[in-house]
């Protein structure tokens, strides 16, 4: 339960503000998260980490000397945007190249994945390592399927000591790698977590129950089992992480026993009491190991064992000193160059100027009412998706939708005032929404906007044939962004049908109208279908079972929202009065 808070939309901006300024003689915020607040003296290579909120201290906590540059923070398990993103890499870097390093999360993914794009585009070098060190989540075969969790520490730490040693961006990412090569975390859920605002938990156990196999975003445990004494959940945490011991391991390991936010210190050192012994009697030295809480799930209550296997390299920057808000290790001189806030001002953006045609600006008005209508229809089922989302997910997916079609509607509106025609009414828009949802559908809801707006352009109002190929250049970003394909239950399978359906509507003569419409009814009908499958992609994946019954959450939202737009896409402006 989350007591403190005033608008609970404004509480991860609320709580990163309040942070910044708690530790303002090591992090200073800037647009998108927070940065040292020394700039280094020399370049070095700038270490980056992010994902959502409500994981503290991951990841804005473990800013400053011997660890990360900066920390990209999104909303409460959201993955932060593209532009955050890269606003973050633009204010840490110091000219020797940029590293963004993530728990494997698609949202994260993809929108560290375009801002690194982006960067290098621009001449900054950037790299992602991504941690993946949950066996629970896929078996070893698959492994880079799993999800990163408190491994994020161990992987984290030693590519900000390398860097801190002055490496060089190569080496950093190499050294990154085979942290997380040889790091493996176990954990388990004993009751779920509660969003600020919310009455009632993502999930909860059967009283006396614990779920093995947590996830960090609220995701309950893989399997239920009876809550065993500390002495027989440490065996098991200890025999599942030794199970997927490397080959040729050494015998020195790193070992984290993490609480996920609401378990006890005093909890952890009983279950240490058993853990630390088991591992020594498997021959293992324990190098500098850390109980507490280093990566929570807002108040969940839970713990996770994690493992690194050293060599010499690992150990080094595993031990190496660090001075950051939420941890200290050895002594470290503060880098006394002082702050450089040009930065801010060089990622802020240039204000648009619009040359469009009357024609398009009055097919403007026709897609700022969509996007109005797309806005409130998911005001009103916010609730109903975010629960979707919980079954197997993260229970974001209403929010994340609510907050990017808002912006979306938002810019728009601001872009039709200034003059825009239909395309860059739907491109700000688009752009705004991949700015402002987070999470995986926001992103590529964003994207896909925006390659909706550039093949309608502003000059021309489109034909049936101009709307079905514009419908396609959504589907078609959409799918070579997200790598889905029709059967991974996500919102490309209520997408691709609505596409042909209204692709061959169109070619076959049917008025716009009743093509929109027919499309919008196969789309209806394939998200009502995703009950049935398992998802492949995206955060359900681990829980797939779960998520058998229910229709996928983001097919479901894109159905609704393709079936309320037609009427304002299909219906062309009529033409504006000659003026004399
Ligand atoms: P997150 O999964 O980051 O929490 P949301 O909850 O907002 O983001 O959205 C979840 C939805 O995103 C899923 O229901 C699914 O439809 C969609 N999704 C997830 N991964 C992909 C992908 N790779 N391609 C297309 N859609 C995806
Ligand atoms: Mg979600």
Redesign the pocket.
């Known amino acids: 339960m989350t007591r403190i808070f005033n608008d609970p939309a404004d509480f991860a901006d609320e709580a990163l503000a309040g942070f910044c300024d708690a530790h303002s003689d090591l992090v200073r915020q800037v647009e998108g998260g927070a940065v040292r607040r020394n700039r280094p003296a020399t370049p070095k290579v700038a270490v980056i980490t992010g994902g959502g909120s409500g994981h503290y201290p991951a990841f804005a906590g473990i800013i400053g000397p011997g660890f990360a540059d900066g920390a990209v923070v999104g909303n409460i398990?959201?993955s932060p945007s593209t532009q955050q993103a890269y606003s973050v890499a633009k204010a840490a870097n110091s000219g020797a190249g940029v590293v963004f390093t993530y728990g494997n999360y698609a949202g994260d993914v993809l929108n560290f994945g375009m801002a690194s794009e982006r960067l290098n585009a621009e001449g900054i070098r950037a790299e992602n390592v991504l941690v993946t060190d949950d066996i629970a989540s896929a078996p070893l075969a698959e492994i880079e399927k799993r999800r990163g969790i408190a491994g994020d520490f161990v992987v984290f730490k030693v590519m900000g000591a390398a860097a801190e040693a002055g490496l060089d961006l190569d080496s950093v990412v190499r050294l990154g790698r085979k942290a997380n090569d040889s790091t493996r975390t176990i954990g388990t859920a004993f009751s779920g977590c509660t969003f600020p605002g919310a009455d009632t938990p993502l999930f909860s156990l059967p009283e006396g129950h614990m779920g093995l196999g947590l996830g960090i975003?609220g995701e309950p445990g893989l399997f239920d089992t009876e809550l065993p004494t500390a002495v027989e959940l440490g065996r098991e945490l200890v025999r599942r992480v030794l199970e997927e011991a490397p080959a040729g391991a050494s015998g020195r390991a790193a070992v984290i026993l993490n609480g996920l936010g609401s378990t006890k210190n005093e909890e952890l050192f009983v279950l240490w009491r058993t853990v630390a012994p088991l591992l020594r009697e498997a021959g293992y030295t324990l190098v500098m190991p850390e109980v507490g809480e280093l990566v929570t799930s807002l108040d969940m209550a839970g713990v996770s064992l994690t493992v690194t296997w050293l060599d010499d390299e690992l150990e080094e920057y595993w031990t190496a000193p660090a001075l950051t808000p939420a941890y200290r290790r050895g002594s470290v001189g503060l880098d006394v160059a002082t702050a450089d806030t040009a930065v801010d001002d060089a990622v802020a953006e240039a204000a648009a100027d619009y040359s469009s045609t009357e024609e398009s600006r009055a097919y403007a008005g026709r897609c700022l009412a969509a996007l109005e209508e797309t806005a409130s229809l998911l005001r009103d089922s916010e609730t109903k998706l975010g629960e979707m989302?919980a079954i197997a997910?993260?229970?974001?997916?209403g929010r994340?939708m609510v907050r990017g079609s808002s912006a979306a509607l938002e810019a728009a509106a601001a872009a039709y005032s200034a003059g825009a025609g239909a395309g860059s009414v739907l491109i700000a828009g688009g752009d705004a929404w991949a700015g402002k949802a987070g999470?995986?559908?926001g992103v590529l809801w964003g994207a896909g906007l925006r390659a909706f707006g550039e093949r309608l352009g502003d000059a021309e109002i489109p034909t049936s044939a101009d709307l079905a190929e514009a419908v396609r250049a959504f589907a078609e970003r959409i799918t070579g962004l997200g790598k889905a394909d029709i059967g991974d239950k996500t919102m490309v399978d209520s997408l691709l049908p609505f596409t042909s359906s209204f692709s061959e509507g169109v070619a076959s003569g049917s008025s716009v109208e009743e093509a929109w419409a027919s499309a919008a009814a196969a789309s209806t009908e394939a998200a009502a279908a995703t009950a049935d499958l398992r998802p492949l992609k995206?955060?359900?994946r681990p829980l797939a079972e779960r998520s058998v019954g229910t229709p996928d959450?983001g097919a479901t939202s894109l159905a609704m929202v393709f079936t309320a737009v037609g009427p304002h896409f299909t219906a062309v402006p009529a033409p504006a009065a000659a003026t004399h």
Do not use: Q
Request: no cysteine.
């Open positions: 398990f959201t975003h989302d997910g993260d229970g974001d997916h994340g999470g995986t559908s995206g955060r359900a959450p």
